[in-house]
T-cell receptor, first 115, second 113 residues
């Protein structure tokens, strides 16, 4: 069963801590994405990557960075966590390709609470 | 800037009823449109993807239609079941094959036994 795995389902961190959210996919997908989901705001794209070592800013990149050293792994980094980064974080991947055949596959999500 | 709207935000129906969920978007120049399902506290599951050149897609009891010119899509669920209770989100991809998905805020569906 192909899937996207987010290593941490629930995290509680303190303000100022460095936080790593890991995402691994086993579908050999080229594209990987990080979203955050908040009540009333929906899903918002933080960063995405079309290839190893490539990254592009999404709609809300401030306060975040990413790393993609291997094709299957895409990490989201909060250099200094703040309370307004308390949220559900969703990782997704898709294949590249023509004709828009790139259906997104999502992980189960990581719920981060920053105290 | 593309905006995606889903109305209503919440819907409650009795089991067995046929229902329609609505999605509208402001810029008709989309590449494709996807419908997703999200269960509480979980990630999203892709239900149907409609290419910009298509009018509809079907999967089991689900049928999604797309009218690009009017900026609308509908998700039809036949013979609803309590297991269909979830939040349904639509998302449009614009800006070409490498464009990003723009999500609506979802419709929370509750199917009562």
């Amino acid at each position: 069963d192909v899937k996207v795995t987010q290593s941490s389902r629930y995290l509680v961190k303190r303000t100022g801590e460095k936080v790593f959210l890991e995402c691994v996919q086993d579908m050999d997908h080229e594209n990987m994405f990080w979203y955050r989901q908040d009540p009333g705001l929906g899903l918002r794209l933080i960063y995405f990557s079309y290839d190893v070592k490539m990254k592009e800013k999404g709609d809300i990149p401030e306060g975040y960075s990413v790393s993609r050293e291997k094709k299957e792994r895409f990490s989201l980094i909060l250099e200094s966590a703040s309370t307004n980064q308390t949220s559900m974080y969703l990782c997704a991947s898709s294949s590249a390709g023509a004709a828009g055949a790139n259906v997104l596959t999502f992980g189960a999500g990581s719920r981060l609470t920053v105290l | 800037k593309q905006e995606v709207t889903q109305i209503p935000a919440a819907l409650s129906v009795p089991e067995g009823e046929n229902l329609v969920l609505n999605c509208s978007f402001t810029d008709s120049a989309i590449y494709n449109l996807q419908w997703f399902r999200q269960d509480p506290g979980k990630g999203l599951t892709s239900l149907l993807l409609i290419q910009s050149s298509q009018r509809e897609q079907t999967s089991g009891r689900l049928n999604a239609s797309l009218d690009k010119s009017s900026g609308r899509s509908t998700l039809y669920i036949a013979a609803s079941q309590p297991g269909d209770s979830a939040t349904y989100l639509c998302a449009v991809k614009d800006g070409g094959s490498q464009g990003n998905l723009i999500f609506g805020k979802g419709t929370k569906l509750s199917v009562k036994p």
